[in-house]
């Protein structure tokens, strides 16, 4: 029979979301940019099952991606800002939240707890994106990349939106679709999950991350709150 010891657990009063790969399906929107981009430089486009993965990464991963230049290269910062350009003119042309992620959404609403994003993505993207999707009233905090001094893996953002959301890291969980969005929870002090439904590459070994948890569907996080965060 389970101790009374082992019956105690840290309750969870704030979850922490990366946003594109986690909160939102942004992938179809960068896919998009990124391909007007090779039209306008007579480049074909790229199938989307082969950008997807590289979403999580940002404008950079993306430009590499589809010209197979680094960022040294004198056409790299052009092609990125106008990839970045197109992407903000069309930033929920097709961008969903995740299935199951609006239910989760209102789970952790109704039953006492507040939810926020912590994203490597920049104010002037991710600001649009959350009104777009009009969440940004209803988010405890909202972390950009720009936010802070330091970026995702360093923990200063997280531990900046688990302070905005009112709460403390043993009583924060942070779900993420990368392995620096994991580092970034550890070594805040805050339990950690693998968003599996996120944009994970073949190569990707999440497994390895050192998270707390690995979850196939936002489902399968509104069942582990129910553990974290009983209902009284």
């Given at each position: ?20 790969g ?62 970045l ?18 239910e989760?959404?209102?789970?952790i ?16 993207l ?9 969440l ?11 936010t ?85």
């Open positions: 029979m389970p101790t009374q010891q082992t019956l105690i657990l840290p309750r969870i009063k704030t979850v922490l979301f990366d946003l594109d986690t909160l939102a399906d942004t992938a179809p929107d960068l896919a998009f940019a990124l391909n007007q981009v090779l039209a306008e430089n007579d480049r074909p486009p790229l199938p989307f099952e082969h950008i997807r993965p590289a979403v999580s990464h940002g404008g950079l991963a993306l430009t590499q991606l589809g010209f197979g230049i680094e960022p040294e290269h004198p056409d790299f910062a052009p092609l990125r800002q106008r990839l350009d197109i992407y903000r003119a069309n930033i929920a042309r097709e961008t969903t939240l995740f299935s199951g992620m609006a989760l959404l209102d789970h609403e109704k039953n006492g707890m507040n939810w926020g994003v912590v994203t490597n993505k920049p104010t002037w991710t600001a649009p994106l959350m009104d777009a999707l009009g940004s009233k209803r988010a405890a905090c909202i972390v950009s990349g720009d802070c001094a330091n970026r995702k893996p360093h923990p200063e953002p997280i531990l900046h939106g688990c302070q905005l959301a009112g709460s403390e890291a043993q009583h924060c969980v942070y779900i993420g679709d990368a392995q620096r969005d994991i580092e970034a929870g550890n070594r805040a002090g805050m339990k950690t999950i693998v968003a599996l439904f996120g944009y994970i590459a073949d190569n990707d070994r999440p497994q390895d991350w050192g998270a707390d948890f690995l979850h196939q569907s936002p489902a399968a996080t509104q069942a582990w709150l129910h553990t974290h965060h009983p209902i009284n």
